[in-house]
């Protein structure tokens, strides 16, 4: 971010960029970090706020039925080790220890990842990270990699239109899960990264929007043999567990 703003000036782009929800979370300010000039406020918390008062414009982000499955056949967790794309591999990874038996506190298995959303080629959709299901409840997991230096307000917003996107109903279908488990997005991000420092600091508008959303962040921490997983612990400090 080559300049500062206002929050004028932050609220002039969010209103701008409002006509189309569906690719909210992609604009640059959700990723903005630092203060307005003015008013000192983190730039995220004046997005987020804005948010809260407007959950009814990210609740009506259209729909999209993707016609065939959205279980793709061949996904088994095979990558290519010199790949650099660290975020598909910290996946396929942790799928395959599912698939071999593996469980992860909290979140049950991961059943599934890069799981598509996109039902035409001209879609305006991206892909579910991982999905994640303990006997209850699918999650919807949006990643980041640990040295990801974007927002927590991106991550929750990116997970949540993804939410919005799919067709809840088919995709508990396919995936063969009982027509009565709640689904939820939640941010999956590693101890220590960026977005999940935020969790550390004062961030009332954040805290705010992700309740409302029924966000709960889970934390990924890198093991001798492998990822362990734990949910978001905060005291009352407001100091996120590390």
Same mark, same amino acid.
């Given at each position: ?127 579910? $990270?991982? #999905? ?6 699918? /999650?919807?997991? +949006?990643?980041?990699? *640990?040295? @990801?230096? !974007? ?59 992700? $309740?409302? #959303? ?6 990924? /921490?890198?093991? +001798?043999?492998?990822? *362990?997983? @734990?949910? !978001? ?10």
């Amino acid at each position: 971010m080559a300049r500062g703003y206002t929050r004028t000036e932050i609220l002039e782009k969010i209103e701008a960029s409002a006509r189309d929800m569906a690719t909210f979370y992609q604009q640059d300010f959700v990723n903005y970090r630092g203060c307005t000039l003015d008013t000192g406020e983190f730039y995220t918390e004046v997005a987020a706020e804005w948010c809260c008062s407007h959950l009814d414009l990210l609740d009506a982000i259209p729909q999209i039925t993707r016609e065939t499955s959205y279980k793709t056949p061949g996904h088994d967790g095979t990558y290519d080790p010199a790949s650099c794309r660290e975020e598909e591999i910290t996946a396929m990874q942790m799928y395959r220890y599912c698939a071999d038996g593996g469980s992860y506190d909290g979140i049950g298995k991961i059943i599934d990842y890069q799981t598509p959303l996109k039902n035409r080629r001209t879609d305006t959709a991206g892909k579910i $990270d991982l #999905l994640a299901y303990d006997g209850s409840c699918l /999650r919807i997991l +949006e990643m980041k990699k *640990a040295d @990801s230096q !974007e927002t927590m307000l991106r991550c929750v917003l990116e997970g949540f239109t993804y939410r919005k996107t799919v067709d809840g109903e088919k995709l508990l279908r396919d995936f063969e899960l009982p027509a009565d488990t709640k689904i939820e997005a939640c941010p999956f991000v590693f101890a220590g990264s960026g977005p999940y420092l935020e969790l550390c600091e004062e961030r009332p508008h954040l805290r705010k929007l992700m $309740d409302m #959303l029924h966000s709960r962040a889970f934390l990924i /921490r890198k093991t +001798e043999d492998g990822f *362990a997983v @734990s949910a !978001e612990a905060v005291c009352r400090c407001g100091k996120a567990e590390r």
